[in-house]
């Protein structure tokens, strides 16, 4: 699994927790929040782009994203809810990471979702299937993780 780093270059998983992790220690006195959002663009096959940001509250953030490719999917609600999976399966991971050195972090995932138009009727089930996971979750306009970040990388792929 690779990471790309706009700032580093490609990067895989190890290293880019050993990034944030390094970017924490610079100001540990600060607060941090990890974030993780998924956002992807149907064409003939489907681009995911899965972003984590490390954000320094009030001071600036680093972010790595990775593209992965599928076959198109059949619906938006399928797509939607494989967006959340491939956020919550990274958070999970990222999670096991981090809380033995930096328990306190918090990680949100962002979802490129919202309570109206195409995503509306199914947004309360993603919410929950996050939420119960044990992670924040934020819908758009709070989702940038989602909606800015991983949306900038899914055009022109």
Known sequence: MYFLSPSKGRMTLEEMIRD???????????????????????????????????????????FYYRKTHTPSMAS????????????????????????GI????????HLDIGNQGKTGEFSQQVIGMISMSGFLTRIKPFSYGATKVADRYTKGY
Do not use: W
């Open 20 to 62: 944030i992790t390094c970017f924490i220690a610079e100001n540990p006195q600060d607060s941090f929040r990890l974030v993780v959002g998924t956002d992807s663009q149907p064409r003939k096959e489907t681009c995911f782009v899965t972003a984590v940001i490390i954000h320094r509250e009030g001071k600036g953030a680093r």
């Open 76 to 99: 938006l609600r399928q797509r939607i809810f494989r967006e959340a999976t491939e956020s919550l399966e990274l958070a999970g991971k990222l999670m096991e990471c981090f809380s």
């Open 102 to 109: 930096y328990p306190q972090l918090a990680i949100e995932v």
